[in-house]
């Protein structure tokens, strides 16, 4: 059964910690998306990945936020230093790409986030 | 500027009803859009689509609108049972793929009482 995993599912920590949220995307999909969730914003894009290539990050804060693709497998989402405001479910998703079949995205479980 | 806009935070239906969720969006370049549900503590799921070459897609209890010159869409669940509470999410994409970049709304919350 292919899904998207997410590692950690929650994670308490001390703000000005570093948190490193990391997705193992669906074997074969070649485009993986990172979206944070809020009361306020709903499902809001951070950053999204073609064949390990960023290419939109636009709505990551970049001063404290980075994400990389180390490899085809895993794609990494990191916080340093973490604050309050960033308390959210994070969330991984990957696709097959533009033009694949299989016309929609498919999400992972989520990183329950809470900096105190 | 929320792009895709989901006015109703939330929603109560009888069961056995027509549940009707709303999705606006300001984006002319937008030209696919989806439903999304979502479950406590789950990721959410894929339910039906939308290109904006048709304006109505079915799927057994699911249907989905689009008045495109209206930039306005909407799901329609009939009849309503207890498992389709959950937060519905409008998404949208500027290409003819479900699978790209995608802009979602806030979310509606929609309780179904048995």
């Known amino acids: 059964d292919a899904r998207v995993t997410q590692t950690p599912r929650h994670k308490v920590t001390e703000m000005g910690q570093e948190v490193t949220m990391r997705c193992q995307p669906i074997?074969?999909?070649?485009?993986v998306f990172w979206y944070r969730q809020t009361m306020m914003q709903g499902l809001e894009l951070l950053a999204y990945?073609?064949?390990?290539?960023?290419?939109?990050d636009s709505g990551m804060p970049k001063d404290r936020f980075s994400a990389e693709m180390p490899d085809a497998t895993l794609a990494t989402l990191k916080i340093q230093p973490s604050e309050p405001r960033d308390s959210a479910v994070y969330f991984c998703?990957?696709?097959?790409?533009?033009?694949?079949?299989?016309?929609?995205?498919?999400f992972g479980e989520g990183s329950w986030l809470t900096v105190v | 500027d929320q792009q895709v806009k989901q006015n109703s935070p939330s929603l109560s239906v009888q069961e056995g009803r027509i549940s009707i969720l709303n999705c606006d969006y300001t984006?002319?370049?937008?030209?696919?859009f989806l439903w999304y549900k979502k479950y406590p503590a789950e990721g959410p799921t894929f339910l039906i689509s939308?290109?904006?070459?048709?304006d109505k897609n079915e799927d057994g209890r699911f249907t989905v609108f689009l008045n495109k010159s209206a930039k306005h869409l909407s799901l329609h669940i009939v009849p309503s049972q207890p498992g389709d509470s959950a937060v519905y999410f409008c998404?949208?994409?500027?290409?003819?793929?479900?699978?790209?970049?995608?802009?979602f709304g806030t979310g509606t919350r929609l309780t179904i009482i048995p």
């Open positions: 990945f073609r064949n390990r290539a960023p290419l939109d």
């Open positions: 998404a949208a994409s500027e290409g003819y793929f479900g699978n790209e970049k995608l802009t």
């Open positions: 984006n002319s370049m937008f030209d696919y």
């Open positions: 998703a990957s696709g097959p790409g533009q033009g694949a079949s299989g016309n929609t995205i498919y």
């Open positions: 074997l074969g999909h070649n485009t």
């Open positions: 939308i290109s904006s070459i048709k």
